[in-house]
């Protein structure tokens, strides 16, 4: 008999097991099997922080969850599927199971040990069975005997366990094998033995499938939103990287990366790594002190330079940050934010660096803050924040976070022709006589590379004479410069975008959400909308200043609802800023991502209260 096939418009899926079971790898090869056959995708890979932790431990459990459909705009909040590899893996995901949806599970591997080692019972397993489908698959068992003549030892077989899962999920989803199969050729390409291997594996799991008839089969409907182009799918890390890259060729200047590593920013280092053909400098420091400093005297040397860290690197650059505003030098900070404080939850997600952005220096010390929103406009803001330090000679603070430097949407490859363009401050040589700390009308001061005849100049921590730039402690001079810093900043809310409003304008709650909560506030407010309850959202890119409309969109809202994933940071931002507007607060802390479910539970809560 055929199976049912379900019609769906969405589909949320979670592989999930030991740290070195191959789960990322899994997740990313349906992620991208869906968007190349067109489909919306979002995902939120989320795994510990050990390199190697405890094996069959709740700890030690990596996931990878992708949403996947018609119109996505964040990775989903409880699960159609959960692949499980362990007992572990089905202890920490089971509650983001929605009920009657599918469980598969390797029963190899739920043995008396393994579900000791994650503190549970078998007799736990049973349980589940009335509230899910739960498919039961000896997966280890059933790689090894399809890759019984490749060859391969016992272990190396088991090490394709997940790729015969992912042939069982591309069976349920109806997904075409010969994407990932070329994906394998290409890692593979000098152990075709391993290859083959995989793509045995692969099929065997896909076959598998079609003979269980307890296996549901899903049709999802493909995206008629996305616009025709050339799309690739894209992590923030990634976005950030060649945004900033897009705007050193825009701008025709040489490009250098002075950085530290540090989860969950590594990968942006890694990838201008990679970019020596397009003339790219990367650095590897000793340190975070090294990676900003070597990347403030690139800046003097007349590059596009920028240097990425997370929470406790931004702490210890903070001096040099200092020295990039008093030198008024172009600089790039890239902040991917992490669960804190100190060492905190390196590999989770979190937006608590706000304050630390804003003032985290001595002295005065003002700084452009600005956010991106998605993987893929990470692009955009790394380009923006790059065209702000250029153009306006100031160091520009980008906040991303482990949210978005992690997941990954499809990403429209845009054309340089249409990027906008960058005009620097580099001063010509041949020009007139050169004052170092002359300014233009967005009092920026000119920009004169070292070794040009004519053009000599100070530059350092010492407080400089106006125009001239020679050292000066005079007191009327300081505060004039101060003042110059802090207004250059100011200014920049004349050439901000202005607030814009999504949802419901009548409403009388405006939801207020700033960075990476766009996906799941936006999601919670359309559907809201659809069910007929009136609420609208303003999100936040600029944050210092502030878009210069920001006080006439709040009063057009009896209530205002800031939602962030701190305690409340920006909230408090806009209160200093706003004082004569009411800002309630919906903060999470757990190193998740809000879920739509919350969401539109505390929205319907404000509107209901009168």
């Given at each position: ?47 510990p922080a050990?390199?190697?932790a ?56 739920f ?31 059933l ?58 594996a692969l099929?065997?799991g ?54 530290y590593?540090?989860?969950p ?19 590897q ?24 860290t ?8 903070s ?19 992490r ?14 660096d ?71 401050k580099?001063k ?9 700390y ?12 070292p ?41 920049l ?34 559907e ?22 920001t ?12 939602c ?14 706003h ?15 809000f ?16």
């Open positions: 008999m055929a199976k049912k096939i379900i019609e769906v418009d969405e589909v949320v899926i979670k592989f999930a097991g030991d740290s070195g079971d191959g789960m990322q790898l899994t997740g990313t090869q349906f992620s991208n099997t869906s968007a190349l056959i067109g489909d919306d995708v979002s995902t939120f890979p989320d795994y050990e390199i190697r405890p094996q069959g431990t709740v700890g030690g459990v990596s996931g990878f969850q992708l949403h996947f459909g018609k119109i996505i705009e964040n990775p989903g909040d409880f699960c159609d599927v959960l692949v499980a590899m362990n007992p572990a893996a089905l202890k920490a995901n089971i509650r983001w199971v929605k009920d009657g949806g599918t469980i598969i599970i390797d029963t190899d591997a043995t008396d040990k393994n579900f000791k080692k994650a503190g549970c019972l078998q007799d736990k397993l049973k349980e589940i069975y009335e509230d899910f489908n739960v498919i039961q698959a000896p997966v280890t068992s790689t090894k005997e399809a890759l019984v003549e490749t060859g391969l030892d016992s272990k190396s077989m088991a090490r394709s366990k997940n790729m015969f899962t992912l042939g069982m999920v591309y069976c349920i989803f109806d997904r075409p094998l010969d994407h990932t199969e070329k994906f394998f050729d290409k890692k593979f390409g000098k152990k075709p033995q391993v290859a083959d291997a995989n793509k045995k099929r065997a896909f076959n598998y499938a079609v003979t269980i008839h307890a296996m549901p089969s899903f049709r999802v409907h493909h995206s008629d939103t996305i616009e025709k182009g050339r799309y690739r799918n894209m992590n923030g890390n990634t976005a950030t990287a060649w945004g900033l890259l897009a705007a050193a060729e825009k701008a025709n200047l040489p490009f250098f990366l002075g950085s590593p540090i989860t920013a590594t990968e942006v280092l890694i990838e201008i790594a990679k970019r020596r053909d397009l003339g790219a400098k990367s650095f420091a000793e340190d975070e002190i090294g990676g900003i400093v070597t990347s403030l005297g690139a800046s003097f040397a007349g590059h596009l330079a920028a240097t990425s997370s929470g406790p690197g931004l702490a210890l650059k001096e040099a940050i200092g020295l990039a505003v008093i030198t008024e030098l172009p600089l790039v900070i890239v902040n991917v934010q669960g804190g404080p100190s060492t905190g939850l390196p590999t989770k997600t979190e937006q608590s706000l304050f630390q952005a804003l003032y985290g220096r001595n002295g005065e010390s003002p700084v452009p803050v600005i956010a991106a929103s998605t993987p893929s406009n990470c692009f955009d803001f790394a380009f923006e924040a790059s065209k702000i330090a250029l153009e306006h000679m100031t160091p520009v603070l980008l906040l991303t976070d482990g949210f978005l430097a992690n997941g990954t949407e499809p990403w429209k490859i845009p054309s340089m022709k249409d990027m906008p363009e960058i005009k620097h580099v010509a040589a041949g020009d007139d006589e050169y004052m170092p002359k300014r233009d009308a967005n009092l920026a001061r000119e920009w004169a590379i070794g040009t005849k004519g053009y000599e100049h100070r530059v350092g921590g010492l407080e400089k004479m106006d125009l001239t730039g020679n050292v000066s402690y005079v007191p009327e001079n300081h505060e004039l410069m101060t003042k110059y810093r802090e207004n250059k900043v100011k200014n809310e004349n050439i901000f975008p202005d607030l814009h409003v999504e949802g419901d304008e009548n409403a009388d709650l405006l939801v207020i959400g700033w960075g990476s909560t766009y996906g799941h506030i936006t999601t919670a407010i359309r809201l909308n659809s069910e007929g309850i009136k609420v609208a959202h303003t999100h936040f890119n600029y944050i210092n200043p502030l878009p210069k409309n006080k006439e969109v709040f009063g057009r809202y009896k209530k205002h609802l800031v962030e994933i701190n305690l409340g940071q920006f909230a408090g931002y806009l209160e200093m800023n004082p004569e507007f009411d800002f309630k607060k919906f903060n999470k802390m757990q190193g998740l991502p879920t739509v479910v919350e969401l539109k539970e505390k929205f319907t809560q404000l509107i209901e209260n009168k």
